[in-house]
């Protein structure tokens, strides 16, 4: 019947001459550009009794389902008015929808054709289908598709087959799209460039870079693929590499591959390459639409220049919903909350009406600026006025302003009344706020619920880690690093970076990379010292210590200069306080700048700076010590490597094979073997190279019959077990001779003049005693912390 049906169809040239005889669908043909003109031209056909004949119906479907401007429901409309919809009208449609934001209706009307109508599908009508699916991340549904096409005997079709890899590989049935692929025998480029994306999609970046290097041609839509896959991937600087070997090789670059180089130097803080990258889509012609716009303004924003992020936007040719989001987000996040403000206000003027995006940028502005009212209303405007549903960002971002400002009662009400289920995420907005404002009772129930939810998760021990530590519970701090270790979880490190004269410098916790290490530590040194000298905030050791570097560049980097180095940390400190004026000015930095754009009514106010403790402040650790290592040794290196004094205080655990000195014992060292409990542990440890008599430990020792022992430590101090010890420490020592000078006076007025003897530690060991500074005073000749460097 299916066969009788098609052939009743006019043959190519019947048609042609149909058209031709019909005014109104020579005009479709030839000068039909949007839907005004065709509904003009379709109203005629219906008034001349054509709009039900299928030839005429589906040149008005091919347009208004196909067209860039198409109306689908206009194309549905029209395609339930054809009395006998032939193969065409039914693939047109079904490709329309495929397209579309609604795929699933193409599913339904190819289930309506396999039932109610006498057409069969054919090789052109399943590749619409599998993208359907594709979109909607059904592969299992789409398998069973793919059994019909086995049958049908159309797998081997290059059309269909590579459709079916990409709905395989979009959705991460990469094994079954790696099957089809390898069985495909003469495979075109669009075959490859579906399993590169599928890869890179799937977090595969690796195989992806195989396949593209053995690809034997490639398309510039393959080299846009593994660019962005690189960029999704977080391979920021291989994006941008691979974008120079694209222009050695002669290829031409597409809209999407600048987009995709964009949101890698967005991503990077990389402000020259952004805008080089800029300056090559203006000088090449590319169409300045929508869509590369907003991914200019992006990469301003996020780069920190939003001034010329502003001017993008304002002198853009086109300005679409997504440039408006794009600026509002852009402010909110460097500082300008109240300018986001307004610029929403003005999008709710213009021809576009607010979407879920375009919120999250307005209840970020109010995060950043502490305006929670303004934080409540605009989430009711949300709801009630624009009736769109929040997302989980939405109440993540109402959650995080509420915390911000105290009120967690209310942010926890709110996660309560939320229709979804909160995530680790949600909780742990709640769970900063919670640290951030000492509430421990709020905090240990939050961390409870994380924790079920992820047990993986390291957020909640960290932050409730942190909390107990600020608030004086430093034992339930304990318990929480020990669970951590218990578990294995791992706290992900932190990164950031730079860019100095193009290079690209990263910066991440717990590693030593950069091959200027040693130079960048030597001069945080020398930089700690001259603004310690003169009464300035100094630089936590602590967060020195915490930096790795890693440099990305071709070619051989600048040197990483002074003002380079350090301009991010000193820039978080009174301005008045920073570099000595030698090192400023020398070297403009590409870095994120904060504060307002010249003109703002709004100045920003001097920054209040505020120390938990001075130099001088005596610090509180609770370290523990694994099984197996020398506790003695663990202390040593941790006072080398964080340039401290350490005072122990006290130690809980047990130690085994220690080796003492008793002066009171024959022999005066005595060697103790099997496992014994500490009972006291004190002493103070000195960075080398400080002078052996003020470094040393003390312990007293309880053994399996109880018999206590004690001495001073001469060899390893083993850990049978977790050793934990509480510790102060210090980055200043003030080294006096006692009596004092005014004590002898006293005395000597007294009549009662004392006899000592001055110890000159110089004397004894043939150096400047290293951190020990007189009278916390600098002498001429002083030796700071860092081995081999003068003040």
């Not at 579309?100 to 054709?113: E, H, K, N, R």
């Not at 057409?119 to 399943?126: G, H, I, K, N, S």
């Not at 003030?734 to 002898?744: A, G, K, S």
Request: aromatic letters at 8%; hydrophobic letters at 40%; proline letters at 5%.
């Amino acid at each position: 019947m299916a066969q009788s049906f098609c052939t009743s169809i006019p043959p190519p040239t019947c048609i042609s001459k149909f058209i031709s005889d019909q005014p109104y669908l020579s005009m479709l043909e030839t000068k039909c550009t949007n839907m005004r003109d065709l509904k003009l031209i379709h109203a005629q056909l219906i008034k001349n009794g054509l709009a039900k004949d299928t030839i005429a119906a589906s040149r008005v479907l091919a347009f208004t389902a196909g067209n860039p401007s198409r109306d689908l429901n206009y194309a549905y409309l029209v395609f339930t008015r054809i009395r006998n919809p032939n193969l065409f009208t039914w693939n047109t449609i079904i490709r329309g929808f495929s397209k579309s934001s609604t795929p699933q209706v193409a599913v339904s009307l190819f289930i309506d054709m396999l039932v109610s109508s006498p057409v069969e599908p054919e090789r052109l009508t399943y590749p619409a289908l599998f993208k359907a699916y594709s979109q909607m991340g059904l592969a299992c549904d789409g398998a069973q598709l793919h059994g019909r096409v086995i049958k049908q005997g159309l797998q081997s079709d290059p059309f269909t087959r590579n459709s079916i890899i990409s709905m395989y590989s979009n959705c991460g049935f990469l094994s079954e799209a790696l099957k089809l692929f390898d069985e495909g025998g003469d495979l075109d480029v669009v075959a490859w460039n579906s399993m590169i994306m599928g890869f890179a999609k799937n977090g595969e970046i690796e195989y992806a870079k195989r396949l593209f290097d053995e690809m034997p041609n490639r398309s510039a839509i393959s080299w846009n693929s593994m660019i962005s896959g690189y960029v999704r991937n977080g391979k920021l600087v291989e994006a941008l590499d691979l974008f120079s070997r694209m222009q050695v090789e002669n290829v031409k670059p597409s809209e999407f591959t600048m987009v995709s180089l964009l949101n890698a130097s967005a991503r990077l803080g990389a402000l020259r390459q952004g805008e080089w990258i800029h300056d090559y889509i203006r000088n090449n012609g590319f169409e300045l639409n929508v869509i590369v716009v907003t991914a200019i303004i992006d990469m301003y924003c996020k780069c920190g220049n939003i001034e010329k992020g502003l001017q993008v936007f304002l002198t853009a040719p086109v300005r679409g919903l997504s440039c408006w989001n794009s600026i509002i987000s852009g402010l909110a996040t460097n500082g300008f909350g109240e300018e986001a403000l307004e610029f929403f206000s003005r999008l709710e003027s213009s021809e576009y009406e607010p979407d879920s995006i375009s919120f999250i940028g307005v209840l970020t502005a109010c995060n950043h600026t502490g305006l929670v009212d303004k934080a409540r209303e605009y989430f009711t405007l949300m709801t009630e006025t624009y009736k769109i549903e929040p997302s989980f960002k939405h109440y993540g971002c109402l959650v995080d302003a509420l915390g911000r400002a105290g009120l967690l009662e209310e942010a926890q009400e709110v996660i309560r009344s939320m229709p979804m289920d909160p995530d680790a995420v949600m909780w742990g907005t709640l769970l900063s706020a919670c640290w951030r404002h000492e509430n421990i009772e709020i905090g240990q129930w939050v961390a409870k619920k994380i924790i079920e939810l992820d047990p993986s998760e390291s957020c909640s021990h960290v932050l409730m880690a942190n909390a107990y530590a600020a608030s004086g519970h430093f034992e339930e701090a304990i318990q929480e690093r020990v669970l951590m270790k218990e578990k294995q979880v791992e706290k992900q490190p932190g990164c950031s970076s730079i860019e100095v004269n193009g290079v690209v410098h990263e910066f991440v916790a717990g590693g030593r990379l950069h091959p200027q290490v040693q130079d960048i530590y030597d001069l945080s040194n020398d930089l700690s010292l001259m603004l310690r000298d003169e009464g300035k905030p100094v630089l936590d050791s602590d967060s020195i210590d915490d930096l790795a570097m890693r440099v990305h560049g071709s070619g051989s980097g600048p040197s990483f200069s002074d003002s380079s180095t350090f301009s991010n940390w000193v820039s978080k400190m009174d301005s008045n306080s920073a570099m000595p004026a030698a090192d400023q000015g020398e070297r403009e930095i590409a870095r994120r700048p904060r504060g307002r754009p010249a003109g703002s009514k709004n100045k920003p106010k001097q920054p209040i700076i505020i120390t938990r403790d001075s130099p001088n402040a005596l610090r509180a650790h609770a370290m523990e010590v694994g099984s197996g290592c020398d506790i003695s040794e663990s202390l040593l290196n941790f006072a080398r490597r964080k340039q401290r004094g350490v005072c122990v205080l006290s130690a809980a655990g047990c130690v085994t094979n220690v080796t003492l000195r008793q002066p009171a014992t024959a022999g005066a060292t005595v060697t103790l073997h099997g496992r014994f409990e500490i009972l006291s542990l004190l002493g103070s440890i000195l960075p080398p190279p400080a002078p052996p008599g003020v470094t040393g430990l003390t312990v007293y020792l309880a053994g399996a019959q109880g018999q206590v022992v004690g001495g001073s430590v001469v060899g390893a101090l083993v850990a049978s077990g977790p050793v934990v010890i509480m510790a102060g420490s210090f980055m200043n020592a003030t080294f006096d001779r006692l009596p004092l000078d005014e004590d002898d006076a006293a005395a000597a007025a007294a009549g009662r003049q004392h006899h000592h003897n001055r110890v000159d530690v110089a004397e004894i060991y043939g150096v400047v005693p290293q951190n020990l500074l007189t009278n916390g005073t600098l002498p001429p000749e002083v030796y700071s912390w860092a081995p081999g460097r003068k003040c």
